[in-house]
C-alpha cells in the first residue's frame, strides 16, 4: 500500500486557545508529518501562487471571499497522477467549516477512482466541520476513511493519537 499526504499548513499568525500567536510550523504540517512517520508515504505541501495575508484576520477575510466565490487559487505545483498511490490522506486546517480553497484546486485536478481518501482536519472549535461531504463531492469513485479532528493547539502533542489513527486507516 503507497500513501500520499497532501497538506495545506499555515505558518505564521495563527488562533490557538482564543488568541492569535505565531507559530514556526504549522500545525497541520505537524500532522501530515505525523501521518508520515505512522505509516509511510509521500508529503505533498498545497502552495497557492499568492500568499495569503500574514495578518490572522486578513487572512480569515480572504479565506471567506473564496469559499463564498467558489475561487480556486492557482497553486505553485500540483499532483497530478495519483496511479501510484492506494491512499490519499487529505489534510488542512478548518477555514469556514472546510478546507481552504486551495486544497479544492488540487483535488479538482484528480482522479480518485479506486483511491481511498482520508481526511484530517486541524481546528480551534470547528472539528471535521462539512470536510468528509464536501470530499465525497469532489473525489468521485473514491472510498472514504474515518476522518480525524485535531485541535491546532494541541496538534505539537498529538503524535500518539495521530499515528495510531493513521494506522487504522491503511
Given at each position: 500500500?503507497?500513501?500520499?499526504?497532501?497538506?495545506?499548513?499555515?505558518?505564521?499568525?495563527?488562533?490557538?486557545?482564543?488568541?492569535?500567536?505565531?507559530?514556526?510550523?504549522?500545525?497541520?504540517e505537524?500532522?501530515?508529518?505525523?501521518?508520515?512517520?505512522?505509516?509511510?508515504?509521500?508529503?505533498?505541501?498545497?502552495?497557492?501562487?499568492?500568499?495569503?495575508?500574514?495578518?490572522y484576520?486578513?487572512?480569515?477575510?480572504?479565506?471567506?471571499?473564496?469559499?463564498?466565490?467558489?475561487?480556486?487559487?492557482?497553486?505553485?505545483?500540483?499532483?497530478?497522477?495519483?496511479?501510484?498511490?492506494?491512499?490519499?490522506?487529505?489534510?488542512?486546517?478548518?477555514?469556514?467549516?472546510?478546507?481552504?480553497?486551495?486544497?479544492?484546486?488540487?483535488?479538482?485536478?484528480?482522479?480518485?477512482?479506486?483511491?481511498?481518501?482520508i481526511?484530517?482536519?486541524?481546528?480551534?472549535?470547528?472539528?471535521?466541520?462539512?470536510?468528509?461531504?464536501?470530499?465525497?463531492?469532489?473525489?468521485?469513485?473514491?472510498?472514504?476513511?474515518?476522518?480525524?479532528?485535531?485541535?491546532?493547539?494541541d496538534?505539537?502533542?498529538?503524535?500518539?493519537?495521530?499515528?495510531?489513527?493513521?494506522?487504522?486507516?491503511?
Amino acid at each position: 500500500m503507497k500513501n500520499l499526504i497532501l497538506y495545506y499548513s499555515r505558518k505564521g499568525e495563527n488562533y490557538l486557545n482564543g488568541s492569535i500567536r505565531s507559530i514556526a510550523k504549522g500545525n497541520t504540517e505537524r500532522c501530515a508529518e505525523f501521518i508520515r512517520r505512522a505509516v509511510g508515504g509521500d508529503l505533498f505541501e498545497i502552495e497557492t501562487v499568492k500568499a495569503y495575508p500574514a495578518d490572522y484576520m486578513a487572512c480569515t477575510r480572504v479565506a471567506q471571499d473564496e469559499l463564498r466565490a467558489g475561487a480556486r487559487p492557482e497553486l505553485r505545483q500540483m499532483v497530478t497522477d495519483l496511479s501510484p498511490y492506494d491512499n490519499v490522506f487529505v489534510c488542512g486546517p478548518c477555514w469556514w467549516g472546510t478546507f481552504p480553497c486551495a486544497v479544492f484546486t488540487q483535488l479538482e485536478a484528480l482522479d480518485f477512482t479506486g483511491k481511498k481518501v482520508i481526511p484530517l482536519m486541524t481546528h480551534e472549535g470547528s472539528g471535521l466541520g462539512r470536510c468528509e461531504r464536501d470530499l465525497q463531492k469532489l473525489c468521485a469513485g473514491a472510498v472514504f476513511g474515518k476522518g480525524l479532528a485535531v485541535h491546532g493547539a494541541d496538534a505539537e502533542r498529538s503524535e500518539d493519537a495521530v499515528a495510531a489513527w493513521a494506522r487504522a486507516q491503511v
